[in-house]
């Protein structure tokens, strides 16, 4: 049982191109190129969007803790296969396991080079209300901590004689259980701790709030955000005007 996909999550300060940026080019980053890959079933447009991703990634220094986080998924992408390739076909399967990396991997930029703070403060420049951008800046940042408490909890009951490697679908359903429980109640008085730390601060107490620092755009945002949108609309072109692409575009495995 393997909690690498959260890594997918987990926030590292470098000192790159892409950490620059500001938090809402990012974010659009990772809208931009999901809607993109839900334009297209075929392998060869999702795979050549999911390739444009690569340089980003190399940009930012990330590669590793992409890898970790794609790796992690393996058993999905195997589920998918089977069950794909059972009721409608290879390519099809192949088609959607592609998409599913190429939309973790534009989240996993914006949440591996975005730090809590920032993505707070971008998400009030957006006009978010400040208590709903301060939870989803929380979560977003407790998401490491779980998979970290996830594994100690795999550790700690297997020290006591509990198998939690076994394998077999079936096995893994069961391995759940003793898993989540202790899980969701750590999660559940971590809850109630964050709470009542918030209010002996007096949180929400004052409707103005001022902040240490802003975010602004720059122009390698704005350009960035440029290529974002012509990308988008690109993908769009080849979508409608298909039938006059060459024949490798809708090419796929043979049934």
């Given at each position: 049982?393997?909690?690498?996909?959260?890594?997918?999550?987990?926030?590292?300060?470098?000192?790159?191109?892409l950490?620059?940026?500001?938090?809402?080019?990012?974010?659009?980053?990772?809208?931009?190129?999901?809607?993109?890959?839900?334009?297209?079933?075929?392998?060869?447009?999702?795979?050549?969007?999911?390739?444009s991703?690569?340089?980003?990634?190399?940009?930012?220094?990330?590669?590793?803790?992409?890898?970790?986080?794609?790796?992690?998924?393996?058993?999905?992408?195997?589920?998918?296969?089977?069950?794909?390739?059972?009721?409608?076909?290879?390519?099809?399967?192949?088609?959607?396991?592609?998409?599913?990396?190429?939309?973790?991997?534009a989240?996993?930029?914006?949440?591996?080079?975005?730090?809590?703070?920032?993505?707070?403060?971008?998400?009030?420049?957006?006009?978010?209300?400040?208590?709903?951008?301060?939870?989803?800046?929380?979560?977003?940042?407790?998401?490491?901590?779980?998979?970290?408490?996830?594994?100690?909890?795999?550790?700690a009951?297997?020290s006591r004689?509990?198998?939690?490697?076994?394998?077999?679908?079936?096995?893994?359903?069961?391995?759940?259980?003793?898993?989540?429980?202790?899980?969701?109640?750590?999660?559940?008085?971590?809850?109630?701790?964050?709470?009542?730390?918030?209010?002996?601060?007096?949180?929400?107490?004052?409707k103005?709030?001022?902040?240490?620092?802003?975010?602004k755009?720059?122009?390698?945002?704005?350009?960035?955000?440029?290529?974002?949108?012509?990308?988008?609309?690109?993908?769009?072109?080849?979508?409608?005007?298909?039938?006059?692409?060459?024949?490798?575009?809708?090419?796929?495995?043979?049934?």
């Amino acid at each position: 049982m393997s909690f690498e996909f959260l890594d997918s999550f987990k926030f590292l300060q470098k000192d790159t191109f892409l950490h620059s940026l500001d938090p809402r080019s990012k974010l659009f980053l990772a809208f931009i190129y999901t809607i993109s890959s839900l334009v297209f079933t075929e392998i060869v447009p999702l795979f050549l969007l999911l390739l444009s991703l690569i340089p980003i990634i190399i940009s930012g220094k990330i590669l590793g803790q992409w890898m970790k986080s794609i790796r992690g998924l393996s058993f999905l992408f195997i589920l998918i296969i089977i069950l794909n390739t059972l009721f409608i076909t290879l390519s099809y399967a192949i088609s959607m396991i592609i998409r599913i990396i190429t939309m973790i991997t534009a989240f996993s930029i914006f949440f591996l080079t975005v730090d809590p703070n920032e993505l707070s403060l971008s998400l009030i420049a957006m006009k978010v209300p400040y208590e709903f951008a301060f939870s989803f800046s929380l979560a977003f940042r407790f998401v490491p901590t779980i998979s970290i408490e996830a594994q100690n909890i795999i550790d700690a009951q297997q020290s006591r004689g509990y198998e939690m490697q076994k394998k077999g679908l079936i096995n893994q359903v069961k391995n759940l259980f003793p898993l989540l429980v202790p899980l969701i109640i750590c999660s559940i008085r971590r809850a109630f701790n964050v709470a009542e730390a918030l209010e002996s601060r007096g949180f929400g107490s004052k409707k103005e709030r001022t902040y240490y620092y802003t975010i602004k755009f720059s122009n390698k945002d704005w350009i960035f955000t440029i290529y974002l949108i012509g990308l988008l609309l690109f993908c769009i072109i080849i979508r409608v005007y298909v039938n006059i692409l060459p024949s490798w575009i809708s090419w796929s495995l043979p049934v």
